[in-house]
Structures are given as structure tokens and as C-alpha cells.
């Protein structure tokens, strides 16, 4: 081991160490609503829909197969058989992946559910159609924004992005270099998800919001479809592999169902484990799953974490069934452990590749760590059933989408460089 990753790891175990238990970074709760297997909340991410989806994303210019690094060095570190982490930074070139379920989207739009529903049919459909061009708004806390933008642009359509109090400027320059209008509004992204629809009403746009509500979900369940993909190569690239746990980040939970969804799909009873985290000041699954009544719980307020791409207090409605009925832990945690997973992917362990992940990114990888290497955890990490023979797939799902908070957490020796 090289001496300066040495003394990284030393300091990151003597963070852990020095938590006050009392005040402790986590909380976890088993879901006492988990059900068997229900054909009606899956059927709609089967096989033959999943390779439709990576079909039309096949077609887009730019695709390529993100990667997937298998982490022995930290699987050994943290006594588990193996651990897989879905580099997400690399989609598209958007540092996210939220284009999968973008570009999938307003396409299913544009041209329906034909069979060849693939970029360049729905380009000349765009290009052939009446002026003016279609305009898709959206709300946002960053990466869903920059995404319909971006294919927006491609397709040669408008896109006004609302993006709430708070927000990053380096995040309101990234969907603006793809064309798109944005404002950033006096409130909290649920705020912004209102406005944007109210404004779409006004001026006769198009919503593109990755939740559901009451008579919008035709939008939302398109766009989860569209993230299946991630999960499509994750399949063909563990060649035959099967993990037993799955650690999945919720804000909405149109990402976390759709993963869930798709593993039922393929494993059926023999699926993994999932386990959706959250940030713990935006914690709305949590909090419905703590109820324990069947019915979704928003949170009010400021929602005030780090990470930005989970900032959202409510669950949407498409992702809520799913979730509740098939996760089989909730965490929520402090924006401290994500922290440690951004340092953690960032100084790669003996030949382990080293991974950009962003602030809502990294946090399955700190909770993973802070599960197994911190003995106060240890009852949760075992009611979890995670051990030695554990397989563990992890999804960064942004990078580093703000340079300046990732190169403060990480430190400026670890600054990015691509391997």
C-alpha cells in the first residue's frame, strides 16, 4: 500500500472512531411492509422492456457502456466477498445519470411507443414538425435539469429548467451551456416542481419531471424505464453474477425503484437485498416506512443536506408501491458519511480504480463502511445480513457535479484524474 493512501485510511478510521455514538452518523429501520413478489408493480421494467429502452439508447449520439469497477481492495478491507460500484459520472458526458431517463422520456413522447424508437426518428420528427418547437420544462436540483436540457438541445427543442433556493451556480451554468432557461426560485425543490408545472399550464409546455403525482404519470414511469439501462449493463457486465445486496440512494425514488424493479424482474425470489438510503435532513421514505400505515409521508421545509440530488421531500407516487413493497432496509444518514465515500472512492485501494463521485453519489459507499467498520453499527449491519459472503453492488450516480465542494471534501492531493 502506498504511504500517502496509508495515512488517508488511517485518518478516515480515526474520524469513524471518534463519532460520538450518542449523536450517531446513522439510523436504520426493517421495513415491516415488505411483501412477496406482485406482477403489477414491476411488470412495466420486464426484459423485453429493458432491452427496448438500451435499444434506443444505443442510438444516441455519444452512448457508451459506463463502467463498472469491481473493488477488491476495499471488499477486503471491509470483509465482504465483492463489491461493484456503477460508475455513473461517465454517462453521456453529463456527469449523472439522469439522461437515461431524460432522453427516453421525451422521445417516448415525441414518437410514441413505435417500434423504432430510436434518436434519429424522433430528431426528423422534431425537425418535421410545426413551428414553434416543442419547449419541455422541468424542475431541478441539478443533474435532472442539465439531462432535458441536454437532449433537449439535441433534438432541437427549448427547455426552461426551475431549480430551487440554494442551488449550486456551477450547476445553473451546466444546464445553461446546453441551452436551457433557468431560474432559480425563492423555495424548496418541491416548490419548484409546482411552479413548474403551473408554468406549463400557463404556456402550454411540456413537463419532463422524474416524479408522479395525481394524473402525471405517464412522464415519470418513462423516465424510470429510462434508467433500467444502468442496470441492463450491470447485468452483461458481472457475467453471470448475482449480488445479494443492493444499495440504492432515494430522493424522489424514481432511480431506486426503477433498479428495484428491474432486479425483481430478472431474480424474481431469489432477488437482492435492497436497502434505500437517504439523507437524513430529507428523509420522506424513511419516515413513510416508520409510519408503517401503507401511505407516503413528504417532509415540510428546508431540506437541508449536501447532497442535492437527494434534497426532495416527497415520494413520488409511481416509485412509492415499489419501494414499500420490495426494500428491505431504511437508512438515513448525516452528510458526514457521504463525505467519507467521496474520500474513500477517490484514493483507490491496491489496484482498485478510483471513482469521481459527487456528494449524492458517494453516500452508499461511506454507509457501506461506516456499516462494517463501525462497531456501533454492527447490529444493523448484521440485521442487514451483511458478512463475508456478502455481494455488494453499489451505484454512484453523479460525479463530481460541483468541483469546488468535491475538490474542499476530497482534498486537492486527490483532485480529479481520470484512470
Not at 325 to 343: L, N, P, Q
Request: hydrophobic share 40%; with cysteine.
Amino acid at each position: 500500500m502506498k504511504k500517502t493512501h496509508a495515512i488517508f485510511i488511517a485518518n478516515v478510521r480515526a474520524n469513524l472512531e471518534s463519532m460520538n455514538t450518542k449523536d450517531t452518523q446513522i439510523s436504520g429501520i426493517e421495513n415491516s411492509m415488505r411483501a412477496r413478489i406482485s406482477e403489477p408493480e414491476t411488470y412495466q421494467f420486464s426484459r423485453k422492456e429493458c432491452a427496448r429502452v438500451h435499444r434506443f439508447h444505443r442510438s444516441l449520439p455519444g452512448y457508451t457502456v459506463t463502467p463498472l469497477r469491481r473493488l477488491r481492495g476495499l471488499a477486503g478491507r471491509l470483509g465482504v466477498a465483492e463489491l461493484w460500484v456503477k460508475d455513473e459520472s461517465y454517462r453521456f458526458g453529463l456527469n449523472s445519470f439522469k439522461a437515461l431517463g431524460a432522453s427516453y422520456a421525451i422521445s417516448s413522447m415525441l414518437l410514441g411507443q413505435a417500434d423504432d424508437l430510436i434518436f434519429d426518428n424522433v430528431k426528423a420528427q422534431v425537425k418535421g414538425g410545426q413551428e414553434p418547437k416543442p419547449t419541455f420544462v422541468t424542475a431541478t436540483d441539478g443533474n435532472h435539469g442539465r439531462a432535458v436540457a441536454w437532449i433537449a438541445q439535441l433534438l432541437g427543442a427549448n427547455s426552461v429548467v426551475y431549480m430551487p433556493c440554494g442551488s449550486q451556480p456551477v450547476r445553473v451554468e451546466a444546464i445553461r451551456a446546453h441551452g436551457g432557461h433557468v431560474e432559480v426560485l425563492d423555495g424548496s425543490y418541491d416548490d419548484a416542481v409546482r411552479h413548474a408545472a403551473s408554468q406549463a399550464d400557463a404556456n402550454g409546455w411540456t413537463v419532463v419531471q422524474d416524479t408522479a403525482w395525481d394524473n402525471y404519470t405517464s412522464v415519470p414511469l418513462r423516465i424510470m424505464q429510462g434508467y433500467s439501462t444502468a442496470l441492463t449493463e450491470v447485468f452483461n457486465q458481472i457475467e453471470g453474477e448475482r449480488p445479494t445486496h443492493v444499495f440504492l440512494q432515494a430522493g424522489v425514488g424514481s432511480m431506486a425503484a426503477s433498479i428495484q424493479a428491474v432486479l425483481i424482474q430478472e431474480y424474481g425470489l431469489q432477488a437482492p437485498r435492497v436497502i434505500i438510503v437517504e439523507p437524513e435532513g430529507a428523509d420522506c421514505y424513511f419516515e413513510s416506512i416508520l409510519a408503517a400505515d401503507g401511505e407516503s409521508r413528504a417532509i415540510a421545509g428546508h431540506l437541508d443536506t449536501s447532497m442535492a440530488g437527494l434534497a426532495c421531500g416527497t415520494p413520488s407516487s409511481l416509485a412509492w408501491p415499489i419501494i414499500r413493497y420490495y426494500s428491505a432496509y431504511f437508512i438515513k444518514c448525516k452528510d458526514d458519511v457521504t463525505e467519507i465515500g467521496m474520500r474513500i472512492l477517490a484514493s483507490p485501494m491496491g489496484a482498485d480504480k478510483r471513482v469521481i463521485s459527487g456528494e449524492s453519489g458517494a453516500v452508499t459507499t461511506g454507509l457501506l463502511t461506516e456499516l462494517l467498520e463501525n462497531k456501533a453499527n454492527r447490529q444493523m449491519a448484521e440485521a442487514i445480513s451483511l458478512g463475508p459472503d456478502s455481494k455488494i453492488l453499489l451505484i454512484s450516480t453523479e460525479g463530481d457535479t460541483d468541483p469546488d465542494n468535491y475538490g474542499r471534501i476530497v482534498g486537492d492531493h486527490l483532485l480529479r484524474t481520470r484512470q
